[in-house]
């Protein structure tokens, strides 16, 4: 059984940065699609970054392109990172790593394209 593991999260002072990992492990098939989500309660589950595994690009919509930084672990694959610069406290929510075999183009940034979730790390940003 497999399972997808976040760290890192916290509460950061705005201006903050925080990092967050996630790591997959324990699938039987391969990992190819990895994102990154967050959720305020009472709100939609929000695209932040996303990458195919491997590959040479990452994904970021608008909101938060420049601030955020998706990376993969050089030496462990399917581990990744968020690097969160400049938080303000608009970012405060539960932070969710997420993964699927293949995200077929156009469908990075749909929660409804990937199959495996973490169980999500929370991110409080104060003033």
């Known amino acids: 059984q497999g399972h997808l593991v976040e760290s890192g999260g916290g509460s950061v002072q705005a201006g903050g940065s925080l990092r967050l990992s996630c790591a997959a492990s324990?699938?039987?098939?391969?990992?190819?699609?990895m994102g990154w989500f967050r959720q305020v309660r009472g709100k939609e589950r929000e695209a932040l970054a996303a990458v195919y595994i491997g590959g040479d690009l990452s994904f970021y919509p608008d909101s938060v392109k420049g601030r955020f930084t998706l990376s993969e672990d050089s030496e462990q694959k399917r581990l990744i990172y968020l690097q969160m610069n400049d938080l303000n406290e608009e970012d405060t929510a539960m932070y969710y790593c997420?993964?699927?075999?293949?995200?077929?183009?156009?469908?990075?940034?749909?929660?409804?394209?990937?199959?495996?979730w973490g169980q999500g790390t929370q991110v409080t940003v104060y003033s």
């Open positions: 997420a993964a699927a075999l293949y995200c077929p183009a156009g469908t990075v940034f749909l929660a409804r394209a990937y199959t495996y």
């Open positions: 324990g699938y039987s098939d391969d990992i190819n699609c």
